[in-house]
């Protein structure tokens, strides 16, 4: 390191020594604060190369990072359509339950009064009924008039509808009708699981009263997770739906997980970047929403403007490189670098670059003494 620093001091000191006449035999240079100029021996010296820009088929690697998320139809919020006091439950956060498995047992009076009420209901419709019928075959001998008739079929109609509605009301709760019975009447309910999945959260205790609108559990179905990655605008012209990408965890780098891009949001934030959803080829349990993952997209060859990136050179926050004007000028240009691959760096919006001589190599120098001849003006 101490030999690379004295060798820069000498070739600043070289190109900063030559005297005033030498540099005023020159061509006159415009633009002269990203102009800089030397002299044949001094670039004899210099060691610069140049080449002529071109436009090459140049693969790339994108480097993303994002996180596991459930889609909303495989994440399941339980609460109770009726309310209630929670009576028992087993459930903790990370617990695995099975479709159809009891989760919950919750008690109220008004679970008594609805069996009660459709019981009673159910009784009085056979009543009606067998009075319906037997109003239907009078009123078709004209043994009885059509008034009667017609009550007794309102009656009948009404009591039907009843049932029918409590019918609801007892499957809303997990109560099957069918097996109702005077003898069967229970003042608690049972909860089920709706999915094969693990629960997220609980947010109920023993013994606490749940009104319809309280979350009790909620429930993820992970066998359809998918991996959320965040890219920002200019990577967005590289992908499309079906590509294909690997990624890992920071965690166990070397485990490689093979996904592939089912769709990309059209909305940009304002950091100019959006969100890329992507499937994971086999399932793996190891893998729970939230979290943290890299992934690496592969691109097709993609034609671009590119040079080795030792020609580019950054300065006051922006990235430069030194275009040859002939008659050993060099003007700094400003660029905007794409991706890397092998040691090449693509340039983005360079097509006027295109069939320009730039510095491959030397750039730095360059840049070392436009940054002294920037401090000799200052003094």
Same mark, same amino acid.
């Given at each position: ?5 004295? %060798?820069?001091?000498? #070739?600043?000191?070289?190109?900063? $020594? ?52 459930? !889609? !909303? ?8 359509? *009726?309310?209630? /006091? ?8 990370? *617990? %695995?339950? &099975?479709?159809?498995?009891?989760? +919950? ?5 008004? /679970? ?5 009420? /459709? ?34 079929? &309102? +009656? ?46 609980? =947010? ?27 890219? @920002? ?19 166990? !780098?070397?485990?490689? /997980? =093979? $996904? ?16 890329? %959803? $992507?499937? @994971? ?10 979290? @943290? ?10 034609? +671009? ?8 050179? %950054? #300065? ?10 002939? =008659? ?16 090449? &760096?693509?340039?983005?919006? &360079? ?11 030397? +750039? ?7 940054? =002294? ?7």
């Amino acid at each position: 390191m101490k030999f690379k620093a004295i %060798h820069v001091l000498i #070739f600043i000191s070289i190109f900063s $020594c030559k005297s005033k006449s030498d540099l005023q035999t020159e061509t006159p240079i415009e633009n002269s604060d990203f102009m800089v100029q030397l002299t044949p021996e001094q670039y004899q010296s210099s060691g610069i190369d140049t080449i002529k820009l071109q436009k090459s088929l140049m693969p790339a690697r994108i480097k993303v990072n994002g996180k596991i998320e459930v !889609p !909303p139809q495989n994440k399941i919020t339980v609460s109770v359509p *009726m309310g209630g /006091y929670l009576k028992s439950t087993k459930l903790l956060s990370g *617990m %695995h339950v &099975a479709k159809g498995e009891v989760i +919950a047992e919750i008690e109220d009076a008004q /679970y008594i009064q609805l069996q009660q009420d /459709y019981l009673t209901a159910k009784s009085q419709f056979q009543m009606l009924e067998n009075e319906f019928i037997r109003q239907k075959e009078l009123n078709q001998s004209k043994a009885s008039s059509d008034k009667v008739f017609e009550a007794s079929k &309102a +009656a009948y109609q009404n009591q039907l509808i009843l049932i029918k509605s409590l019918e609801q009301k007892l499957l809303l709760i997990g109560l099957n009708p069918a097996k109702l019975s005077a003898e069967t009447i229970s003042k608690s309910i049972a909860v089920y699981s709706p999915i094969n999945g693990f629960v997220s959260s609980v =947010n109920a205790n023993i013994g606490k009263y749940l009104t319809p609108s309280d979350v009790l559990f909620e429930l993820v179905n992970p066998e359809d997770i998918h991996l959320n990655l965040t890219v @920002f605008e200019q990577d967005l012209r590289l992908l499309s739906v079906g590509q294909k990408l690997v990624a890992y965890s920071n965690a166990d !780098p070397l485990k490689k /997980y =093979n $996904c592939e891009i089912i769709l990309i949001s059209q909305n940009l934030t304002d950091k100019n970047s959006t969100e890329v %959803h $992507c499937h @994971f080829e086999q399932y793996d349990k190891t893998l729970v929403p939230g979290m @943290f993952m890299n992934a690496e997209i592969e691109i097709q060859n993609n034609s +671009a403007v590119a040079v080795n990136e030792e020609a580019i050179v %950054h #300065f006051e926050g922006k990235h430069y490189i030194f275009v040859s004007k002939g =008659n050993f000028q060099f003007e700094m240009t400003t660029v905007n670098p794409g991706h890397n691959h092998g040691g090449m &760096a693509e340039l983005m919006n &360079a097509d006027q670059l295109i069939n320009k001589n730039i510095v491959s190599t030397g +750039a730095w120098k360059l840049l070392m003494v436009m940054k =002294n001849k920037g401090s000799a003006g200052n003094e």
